[in-house]
């Protein structure tokens, strides 16, 4: 089938503002928006610039806004937009850095000020610290994160105001919050509970219906402000 | 010119770089670089499970999981680094569970395990529950956790930062040269240690499991200054890879009941394996595969086969094999239970192949998985340079980039996942330990020459040679000629077009000629690395006259053990020529035998 594929582009040492380059490729029904990208660079304009590494949704490189909506590019099939037609843009509310790539700086700060770890200072049994499959369960769906950016780039909060923590740092939170191991969730849930914490999120579900893992990010949310709110953990 | 000095930089942020630096920052100033945010990694798409003698289901010792892996490696590996291995695997996963990695659960609360292709009860020759596992997303869960560790460590990270060469002063390590993808700049990292954690190069071949960033750079940079590879003939195919693209179906799919199934519907890996059937190491079950489609017995004829896990099929299989759960019951599945154990499996089965696994069966190929040779390494991590094993000193590699060897000619699965925490762990101490002992060395002035002779030629080149084409033919021409099974005639051709294909990269024509993330140029770069190694390879599957392991010829069949049970060492010298040694592999108890599943 034939695809019109329009692209933003922006390359900082030539451009003054951005623009956007339409392409007219062959493709069939099943392939990746990625491999679309690929052929583009590779056999028609080399200077097209984005991120990708495995190509199959796991390691988070290529988040992008494919027809308004956020996609990994390498999970998105031609065959999933219903259209011929097919709009390529960086994510928002992070700078372009070059085309399709952002500066993800801002976005691992965030992901850093919750204290996305581990902590209990106790010391560990000679084994494994033991933990039952229902309390494994409790934090088993925001493990899954992969942090590619497509839920807090959706983000209406946070496309209003860039210093809100945004979503994927407080599904890593939920994911050690509700950690029976874990020692650290009254200091996170003190860091949430801010001006740019939880209370930022008005449950538009942008972010759920984003996330290539499948995570109920705004569930999870939601779980983060009933414990700051009851001080429970269940 | 940005200049910087460490103690000991880390190169690579997967599973066996982080573990590196977070016992390399115990004691010293440290700094990892990595062309990829860390968590990009590789070592995050790695599913099934890592392997450690636990026994939580049932009985196991890690002397089995050695000599497993032992005849895994169809008796190439070395027996001692083996058997550290295989001991230090068992408090390596507690330490990770220490770290908070969320392992999948028993119902006493311990980890869960699952059997694997190759682990066995030593004694009844049965599958074992030995892949600790965090649903099918092990390596995800090892690489998030390591990184999140580092993070609460203060590890400093210079992320998309690409290495491109490796500084040596008189034969000692003094640093690496990169280049900041952000900006194009060239930095020198002055460093006493180095660890190489850059993972494999499975981007050589067709049809990969692999990222686009598996391009061998570190293995590459490395020989171009005259660090021999050890066992670069040897590569792994993946039995299960999603047809046509590749994308890795997790063995554990097999490990929960699943089935291999040619065009006839017969579950033939019982002809090729009889005791254990389709958990048989992935090369034997790689080349059952190859052998069913070549005699017509793929699906409707096809070069695929299917993988059936849908809960009739494994229920049927279960009551034939007689298998049982750890209380003792019959194994039967239902489907919550397939989708709960393989979440991603089946997502990626639903959205690459528009498939339901618990309805329908995967159709699958096998696809170029896991790089057994690389820079030769002792059990510390340290680089040895020749069939003495002679030292280097101040560098170290580990994971994917390093042979130890405890893969030997084919690599057990789960053991990729082990290696890198357990061989990644002593590179780290013992590159801080060397660090204490050792001065900086006085770099050149003109330290980023080399490097920058190559971007250069890079950059000046005015052919009409497009990239894709050239990677495509080469990745066609190894599948065909240097993948599965070989051939003599396959392997010259292979050699002959990929020799040509080294000199049409020369007139490759660079689109992008700009400073600020310039993908075409890493891109370009990435490809020389690449089609170096793919001549490598060839070069050494041709010299191996035996087969054994992932390395199987048609003109000789057999394994040859008064010849070739040895290392291969090789060398690229600066002109171009490939110089061979050998080195002994070390044995201690398991002496070669014949090779029965």
């Known amino acids: 089938m034939k695809i019109t594929i329009k692209i933003f582009r922006y390359n900082p040492e030539q451009d003054k503002k951005p623009h956007y380059e339409t392409y007219k490729v062959e493709a069939q029904p099943t392939d990746r928006i990625l491999d679309l990208l690929e052929h583009i660079k590779g056999n028609f304009d080399g200077t097209l610039s984005f991120r990708r590494s495995c190509a199959h949704g796991i390691c988070g490189s290529d988040a992008m806004r494919i027809n308004g909506r956020n996609y990994l590019a390498c999970k998105a099939l031609v065959k999933d937009l219903h259209s011929n037609k097919i709009t390529v843009e960086p994510i928002l509310g992070m700078k372009v850095i070059k085309d399709l790539i952002v500066d993800m700086e801002p976005f691992f700060e965030h992901y850093r000020s919750v204290k996305p770890y581990f902590i209990n200072d106790e010391p560990p049994p000679p084994q494994e610290r033991l933990q039952s499959e229902a309390a494994h369960e409790r934090f088993d769906d925001t493990t899954k994160c992969i942090l590619c950016a497509c839920c807090t780039s959706s983000c209406p909060s946070f496309w209003a105001n860039e210093e809100y923590v945004g979503p994927a740092a407080i599904v890593a939170a939920h994911r050690f919050i509700f950690d029976s191991r874990d020692r650290a969730a009254a200091e996170r849930l003190k860091i949430l509970n801010d001006q740019f914490g939880v209370y930022r999120c008005h449950t538009v579900f942008n972010c759920t219906i984003a996330c290539p893992r499948e995570i109920e990010i705004t569930q999870a949310i939601g779980e983060v402000k009933n414990a700051i709110a009851t001080g429970k953990l269940d | ?597």
């Open chain 2, 1 to 597: 010119m940005n200049k910087h000095q460490f103690d000991v930089v880390v190169v690579g942020a997967g599973g066996a770089g982080l573990m590196a630096a977070l016992y390399a920052s115990k004691s010293a100033n440290i700094a990892v670089l990595s062309k990829l945010y860390p968590t990009r990694s590789h070592t995050g798409t790695a599913q099934g499970g890592v392997g450690a003698a636990l026994g939580n289901y049932e009985e196991d010792h890690w002397e089995w999981h050695a000599f497993d892996t032992v005849k895994g490696s169809d008796y190439l590996g070395d027996q001692d680094a083996i058997e550290f291995m295989c001991y230090e695997a068992v408090q390596a996963v507690y330490e990770l569970e220490h770290y908070g990695l969320p392992f999948s659960r028993t119902p006493d609360g311990r980890i869960a395990q699952r059997p694997f292709g190759g682990h066995t009860n030593n004694l009844t020759g049965k599958p074992v529950r030995r892949a600790c596992y965090a649903a099918d997303r092990t390596g995800h869960m090892i690489l998030q956790t390591l990184y999140q560790q580092c993070l609460k460590n203060n590890v400093r990270f210079y992320d998309e930062f690409q290495v491109v060469d490796l500084l040596l002063v008189n034969g000692v390590t003094a640093g690496v040269v990169a280049l900041e993808l952000g900006t194009g700049e060239m930095h020198i990292f002055q460093a006493k240690a180095v660890i190489f954690a850059t993972g494999g190069h499975g981007r050589v071949w067709d049809v990969t499991s692999n990222a686009y960033a598996y391009t061998g750079d570190g293995i590459a940079l490395a020989m171009r200054r005259g660090i021999p590879m050890e066992d670069m003939e040897f590569f792994q195919f993946h039995p299960t890879g999603i047809y046509k693209l590749g994308i890795l179906i997790t063995e554990g799919v097999r490990g929960e009941g699943g089935v291999l199934l040619n065009g006839n519907g017969e579950r033939f890996m019982e002809q090729y394996a009889p005791k254990v059937k389709d958990l048989a190491s992935r090369d034997v079950t790689s080349r059952a595969m190859y052998l069913e489609m070549k005699a017509g017995r793929g699906i409707n004829g096809q070069n695929y086969l299917y993988l059936d896990v849908r809960p009739e099929t494994v229920n049927k299989f279960a009551a034939l094999d007689g298998r049982k759960r750890p209380d003792g019951s019959p194994y039967i599945v239902t489907g919550e239970e397939i989708t709960a154990k393989l979440p991603d499996i089946i997502d990626f089965a639903r959205t690459y192949l528009g498939v339901d696994p618990v309805t329908q069966p995967m159709p699958v190929q096998p696809t170029a998985h896991y790089t057994m040779g690389g820079i030769p390494t002792n059990r510390y991590g340290e680089v040895v340079i020749d069939a003495e094993n002679t030292v280097m000193p101040g560098l170290y590699a580990a994971g994917e980039c390093a042979c130890v060897s405890v893969h030997g000619a084919n690599r057990l699965g789960t053991n990729s996942l082990l290696d890198i925490i357990v061989f990644g762990k002593h590179a780290g101490l013992k590159a801080a330990e060397y660090a204490k002992g050792a001065g900086f060395m006085t770099l050149p002035e003109d330290a980023t020459d080399f490097a920058r002779s190559q971007f250069d030629a890079i950059r000046s080149a005015q052919g009409e040679e497009n990239i894709i084409k050239v990677a495509s033919e080469m990745k066609a021409v190894m599948m065909d000629g240097v993948g599965m099974f070989r051939t003599d005639e396959g392997m010259q051709n292979a050699l002959q077009v990929v020799r040509e294909l080294r000199q049409r990269y020369k007139n490759i024509a660079l689109t992008d000629r700009g400073k600020i993330f310039n993908t075409d140029l890493m891109n370009l770069w990435e490809l020389g690395n690449l089609l170096e190694i793919a001549e490598l390879v060839t070069v050494c599957a041709l010299n191996r006259t035996e087969s054994r392991g992932a390395h199987a010829r048609d003109d000789f069949p057999k394994r040859d053990d008064a010849n070739w049970l040895k290392h291969t060492l090789s060398w690229v010298r600066p002109d171009g020529t490939i110089d061979l040694d050998y080195k002994p592999v070390v044995i201690t108890q398991h002496q070669p035998k014949e090779r029965v599943y």
